[in-house]
Structures are given as structure tokens and as C-alpha cells.
């Protein structure tokens, strides 16, 4: 379930496109059958097999740097959502042996981040932007993905770097667990918003030394009463997230700052595995690093 690979770099046994392309982004899909690669020109799709056989190739996808990608679950229909620094937004689907665009949408700045949330909330993504501009966009028509409509998610805070996850939810979970709740990393903190009838800002805290969040991960909850989010960029830090269950206002606060073999290196990606029970970071430094949890503290692996 882990897609950490150090920009720029390859990835052994799989055929990567021409020398001196840089990879800015790659993921698994739902069921880790197939994996999808961005550069700053194309979009790669191979196979998750011994010889990684590349299944599709879209050229041109975008009109300059791809940045992220990300998969809706397979439930929903395997999707591919792209952003660039083109500002726009691209909703791919499998047609026959191509990928067509089902959506697409230009917006007010380059796109930094864009994530699908669970498939129990429907068909809807995240995007931001470099201008803090985070958007939800949600197809009301499952069957000819045709419709989409969209919701600003409004807060406070410096722009680019931008990253985005979702708070996952479970197919039966309850109506307090299914609130839909975003997880914002930005240049100067990182802010949780909800959504009532408008996506409403809840929760946030600054960052220390304007240390820039590069990528942001919310962590599956199993066996704990708070959340957990993941952070990464000058450092790796993991943040407790109690959600009230009345009026009364949520509390977000570092939990632990993870110790890196190199304090200096930038981390451009984190992930969780399925269980949330293993953290993996990937440094410029090349080196990906995994922490396990061991009691109530996550260890870096030797």
C-alpha cells in the first residue's frame, strides 16, 4: 500500500521513460494490481507483476509538470485524478485499452496535491492549489461520471508547498465517523476542516521554524480513541487529532517529532500502511526510512 519513491529517482524492475525525465509521483492502485507513475511530461500505468509490464501511456496529459495522481478505489470505478502546474485538474477512465478525460477543470493557480476520499463518501477528490486554494470536487453521476460539482474548503494560511489526505472512513461506519474531514498541510501549519452544510475550518496548528509540510498523511484509525496525521518536509512529526462530539472546539497538538538518520534531509513523501501501524518517509537523501509502533511511540527501524 506504501508508494514512496525520492523525486527524480528510478524504481528498480520497472521501465521508466527517457533519461533525464524526473518522477514526480507514483501509486498503487485500491488493490495494488496496478501503479501509476507521473513525470513532468506523461502519465505511466504498469502492471504489478514480476517484469512490471506498462499497461497504458497518456502523452500530453497535461501542458507542463504533473505533479501528484492519486486512484479512486476500485469500488468506485479505478479513476486516476491528476494535477499539474498547468492549474488544472483531470479525471482519467479506462476506455477499451485507452484513458479517456471525464473531468477537467482549470483553477486559479498550479495544483499541488490532489487525493480521492473513501469510497463510502462517494465519488469526490481534494485538490490545492499554491495559492491555499482547496477544493472538493464530487461526481453526482456514478454511472456516466458527466456531473461534478464542486465546494471551496476556506482557510487561513500561507500558500505553496500544499498537500492534502483525507480522514478514511469505514463502509459501516457510524454517522460521527463518516464526517468528512480534511487534513491540510501548508507552508506555515496544518489545518483540519470539516464538512456541516460548508466545509468549516476546526482545528490548527503553526509549524515551527516555517518548516513547510511537503506531503501530509492521515493515518487508519484501529484501536485508538483520537486520529493521527502524518506530516513530512523539514522533518517527519505525527499529530493527535481529538475530534469533539458536541459543539465544544477540536484539539490538534504534536504528539511526537520522528528522529531521522539525516536531520538536514528534506522529506518530500510519507504513507501508512493499510493497519497504521508502519509510517514510511521518503528523504532526499534517497534512503526510504519506516518507523513501527511500539507502544505508544513509533520507532525508527534499524
Known sequence: HMQLFPRGAGIHGIPL???GECINDVVFDSYGTRLAVCTNSCILIYGAQEDWPQLARIDGAHYDAIWRLSWSHSQRGDLLVSCSEDR???????QGFAWKKCFQKTLGAPVLDVRFASPALGIKFAAITAESQVSVFECTTHTTLQCWESQDVMIQGKGKPGAVDWKPVMPLASKQDRLEVLAIGLHDRLVI???GARWVEQAYQELKNDSAIQDVAWCPKTCRSYEMVATCGLGV???RLDQSKDRSPWRLELLQDLPLPDNKALVWRCSWNAMGST????????????WTSVGKEFKLNS
Open 17 to 19: 521513460p527517457e533519461a
Open 88 to 94: 488544472q485538474v483531470i479525471v482519467w477512465t479506462e
Open 193 to 195: 476542516a470539516a464538512k
Open 279 to 290: 509510517l514510511a518517509a521518503c528523504p532526499e537523501n534517497s534512503e526510504v526510512c519506516l
Open 237 to 239: 512529526q505525527l499529530w
